[in-house]
């Protein structure tokens, strides 16, 4: 355990030199996760990713740029122990994306429930952007409650991004909040946009037809079918309803 901080120690100091110094710093925090990530290294392991979260939130020892890299470099090795010091550098306007980027890659329920907190901090378009994008890619309790909240936001750029990841969950309920963006006049959408909206109801509804749910499926499907005018969403609608009707 000691040759393994020690190592980690010294690449993190590198971090703090030069961007040459810098550059060695990242080989050898690459060399010491790898040693750290082998298989039976689990105490190596939550000692490295333990002093790495030290390192993220001790912010007068390391610089911004090597804070940033010690984030990201926790998304490879951290787990639950670490999600509170990620939790403290989102509010850092220069860390918050780095940390929510690790975030994303940690695949635990702890994890999805600190980016549907950071999903309530709107701290920027842009970030509330990245934190949606995160969520279409989790399961799991409060996940489309938090994407529904998030469908208010009087950005138009962000209820898309809703759209986008809600067509990415297994809740048929996810089709009332797309609709609900398309048709709330008080934020305007692009036709673009609203293209876009459109064609998510339809991988909505597509994968709610591979996780078994053909009812729901068919239901959105024919929905999109009846609209008038007809939209470029309406043909590939009805190859997916096709397919559905093949699968019942």
């Given at each position: 355990?000691?040759?393994a ?14 961007q ?19 298989p039976?290294?689990d ?12 390192g ?9 740029a090597a ?17 509170p010091?990620l ?6 306007l ?35 952007i ?17 994407l ?8 138009a750029?962000i209820?898309?991004?809703?759209g986008?990841?809600?067509s ?23 036709p673009q946009?609203?293209?876009?909206l ?6 909505l ?6 996780k ?7 239901r ?12 470029m ?15 019942c």
């Open positions: 355990m000691q040759n901080t020690e190592g980690l120690d010294a690449a993190l100091e590198k971090l703090t030199g030069s040459e110094d810098f550059y060695k710093g990242q080989l050898a925090l690459t060399r010491v996760m790898g040693e750290a990530g082998a039976g290294n105490a190596k392991r939550a000692e490295v990713a333990r002093k790495l979260a030290e993220l939130v001790n912010g007068g020892k390391y610089p911004i804070r940033r890299e010690i984030a990201r470099r926790l998304g490879e090795i951290g787990g639950d122990s670490e999600i010091a939790q403290s550098a989102l509010v850092d220069e860390l918050r994306e780095s940390a929510r980027g690790a975030l994303d890659r940690i695949p635990t329920p702890a994890a999805t429930a600190a980016l549907i907190q950071a999903s309530k901090q709107l701290l920027g378009d842009r970030f509330v990245g934190i949606v994008n995160a969520l279409g890619q989790r399961t799991g309790e409060g996940v489309v409650a938090a529904s909240e998030l469908a208010k936001s009087p950005n750029e209820r898309v991004a809703v986008e990841a809600i990415q969950q297994s809740d048929p309920s996810g089709d009332e909040i797309i609709l609900a963006i398309i048709n709330d006049k008080s934020v305007p959408l692009t946009q609203a293209g876009s459109a064609k998510a109801r339809v991988r509804a597509a994968n709610l037809n591979g078994g749910k053909q009812a729901d499926a068919k959105i499907l024919q929905s999109i079918l009846a609209e008038r005018p007809i939209s969403a309406q043909p590939v609608a009805e190859r997916v309803l096709e397919r559905v009707r093949l699968s």
